[in-house]
């Protein structure tokens, strides 16, 4: 994904972990509420930086977008909850995805 001013995001390093609740959220006004059934979370703390959780806990503040999901996943691997994603498992969700948006768009 791309998106003017974003840090550009593969699908397969974002995967999300099998038995992981991450709350993604644009800012900390909601970002507590949210971050209750969260095990951790990725929060935007000001321009072009973002807040990361383990539960409600900040664990690392400011953290530059472009760096974000490589420190989001540093602190999943630390606390000992990330899985690799199987490609395969990957190919066939992203083929599925596809499916369905061909069909949506069918006359």
Known sequence: MRWPGRASV??????RPTGVKIAVMGCIVIGPGE????DFGY??????KVN???GKECVERA?????AVDKLVALIQREGAWR???SSRI????????????????P
């Open 35 to 38: 971050l209750a059934d969260a």
């Open 52 to 54: 990361l959780f383990k």
């Open 43 to 48: 929060v935007g703390g000001a321009p072009g």
């Open 91 to 106: 190919s066939e969700s992203v083929s599925r995805r596809r499916r369905e948006i061909a069909v949506k768009k069918r």
């Open 84 to 86: 690799e994603p199987e």
């Open 10 to 15: 593969e699908p397969a390093r974002t995967a």
């Open 63 to 67: 953290v530059r977008t472009e760096l």
